[in-house]
């Protein structure tokens, strides 16, 4: 009897396992309902951030799109430099497509266009781009002048060289350029004071370390650490004093046999030649001889002054 008394019949304890068993299905199709509803959420909360696109999302993406970005770029310069202009098209495109900005890939775009025949919208894109805010409208600017300049627009490409002077763009190519454009077209004191300028950039030993920290307002554009102090460098405008320690005498030495600015010496020469002053023309066209023993066309100008001074 008290073994009877304390044990649960076979029937109920079925009952109440079977209840058991319900209430656990109910509680884990209740958590299963929670975490629908929870993915659900956070699936339409990361939607409506993305459609908001706010200003914290932008700034944690914008490591990985820029890099992305740049691969893109990078590999589309490779394409280039081996002339495989339908790619590297495409590669630029890419670049874009995740970053529109990308001022290097926008350029090199219109670039690539160019090289391929297709002049007209290489300038239509560096054209539109100038409507934009941009820090690199130099750049921009100058290889405008370049696709223009090919295109037979000389008076327009001189109109966008002149707007590359004083940027980011190495400043020798571009009074360069302005100087054999107005030497073309026979205005000799413009091409005089361009390649004087020219000449001034090329002999400066400081010339070299400022437009290298230029280059890298570009490429550290996005670093707090970094472009801080290449700012600050540049507004010291350094001069050859402060490079110094730097071994300057290798930089002078360089100059010393540097065939460009033999080649301005003797762009000079001619140009003095023009004008008539030959005493200053020859000097120019022995200075490119010094750099450049070789140079052909310094030494033919030189023989024909040196001819006519014994005519006289």
């Known amino acids: 009897m008290l073994f009877s008394f304390f044990t649960t019949p076979a029937e109920q304890r079925r009952k109440d396992s079977k209840r058991q068993r319900k209430e656990l299905l109910s509680i884990k199709q209740t958590i299963f309902t929670w975490v629908l509803l929870l993915i659900w959420i956070i699936l339409v909360s990361f939607a409506a951030i993305s459609t908001l ?3 914290w999302l932008q700034e944690l993406a914008r490591p990985g799109i820029k890099a992305e970005s740049g691969s893109y770029k990078d590999y589309g310069d490779n394409l280039l430099r081996e002339r495989n202009y339908r790619m590297a098209i495409v590669q630029y495109q890419y670049a874009l497509e995740i970053k529109p900005d990308n001022m290097g890939a926008l350029v ?4 690539t266009y160019g090289q391929a025949g297709n002049i007209q919208r290489g ?7 100038l409507q934009k805010d941009t820090g690199r409208r130099g750049t921009i600017s ?5 696709l223009l300049e ?5 008076v327009e490409a001189n109109q966008y060289y002149e ?17 054999t454009l107005y030497l073309d077209s026979r205005q000799y004191e413009k091409a005089r004071v361009a390649f004087e300028k020219t000449l001034a950039v090329q002999n400066d030993p400081a010339y070299l370390y ?6 890298s307002l570009t490429i550290y554009q996005d670093d707090t650490v970094n472009l801080p102090i290449i700012e600050e460098l540049l507004a010291r405008n350094i001069s050859a004093e402060d490079l110094a320690p730097y071994d300057v005498e290798i930089i002078r030495q360089i100059q010393r046999n540097n065939p460009e600015i033999a080649k301005t010496h003797n762009h000079l020469g001619l140009i003095y030649s023009i004008q008539g002053d030959i005493t200053r023309a020859i000097e120019h066209f022995q200075q490119s001889l010094q750099i450049w023993p070789g140079n052909i066309d310094a030494q033919r100008n030189l023989q024909v002054l ?7």
């Open 108 to 111: 090199n775009l219109a670039i």
């Open 142 to 146: 100058y290889n405008l002048g370049e």
């Open 53 to 55: 696109d706010p200003k």
């Open 123 to 129: 300038v239509k894109i560096l054209k539109d781009a």
């Open 210 to 215: 400022q437009n290298m920290l230029t280059r």
């Open 150 to 154: 090919k295109q037979g627009n000389i």
């Open 306 to 312: 040196q001819r006519l001074q014994g005519e006289e």
């Open 163 to 179: 707007e590359a002077l004083n940027s980011e763009v190495e400043q020798d190519l571009v009074c360069r350029k302005l100087g």
